[in-house]
């Protein structure tokens, strides 16, 4: 099956700080979602992104599905961005997603 | 509603019982999934349906587990004769479907806690 690999697993930074995670997928797909776990555990959609760029505030993404990857870029970083994120993909639009390991973001203040 | 809604949002049970989880998806989406999280892990899929039908549960670990969805609305995932190892969260995602949208929005989770 497809196999999707998040990098960096742990990032630390300071408040004010830029950042950019990595999702790697192993074969072609037609969903990808980008999430944010907060601490309670609700996972909260920040971009549905299968090809393309997109922004909203601080946030931005940009896949580029020929070359299987996904980039999250996140600016001048809050304490409340803290938590993890996850990339997930799926072979077709409504099927099921598959998980990274995700990346666990701690922004100090 | 406005989210998607799980109830319980803790459930303790010990090992051997028999345990039900509720989902009650966004009003109107036709797509609803399950999915568990282990601690430290990404999701990972269980089931999905499309309306009343279970479209893909090749994720169920075995056949102690068991969904449904009568309506196409509430899913209810059951668990029989429960094990240490089912201890997670059981997460739900529901979809508008009909080619209107592909975003899978989660519940809050069910933490299940098998002593």
């Known amino acids: 099956g497809i196999q999707v690999e998040q990098s960096p697993p742990d990032l630390i930074l300071q408040e004010g700080a830029n950042s950019t995670l990595r999702c790697n997928f192993s074969d072609s797909v037609n969903n990808l979602q980008w999430f944010h776990q907060n601490p309670w555990g609700q996972l909260i959609n920040l971009f549905y992104i299968p090809s393309g760029t997109k922004q909203n505030g601080r946030l931005s993404a940009t896949t580029v599905a020929t070359e299987r990857y996904s980039l999250l870029y996140i600016s001048s970083s809050q304490t409340t961005d803290s938590g993890v994120y996850f990339c997930?993909?799926?072979?077709?639009?409504?099927?099921?997603?598959?998980f990274g390991q995700g990346t666990e973001l701690s922004v100090k203040p | 509603g406005a989210g998607v809604s799980q109830t319980p949002s803790n459930k303790v049970t010990e090992k051997g019982k028999y345990v039900e989880l509720r989902c009650d998806p966004i009003?109107?989406?036709?797509?609803l999934y399950w999915y568990r999280q282990s601690l430290g892990q990404g999701p990972e899929f269980l089931i999905y349906f499309q309306g009343t039908g279970a479209a893909d549960d090749s994720g169920l670990p075995n056949d102690r587990f068991f969904a449904v969805r009568p309506e196409g609305s509430v899913s209810t995932l059951k668990i029989q004769r429960t094990e240490r190892g089912d201890s997670a969260v059981y997460l739900c995602?529901?979809?508008?479907?009909?080619?209107?949208?592909?975003?899978?929005?989660f519940g809050p989770g069910t933490r299940l806690t098998v002593l």
């Open positions: 997930a993909v799926a072979y077709n639009q409504g099927g099921k997603l598959i």
């Open positions: 009003s109107g989406h036709t797509a």
């Open positions: 995602a529901s979809r508008r479907g009909g080619g209107q949208g592909d975003t899978q929005y």
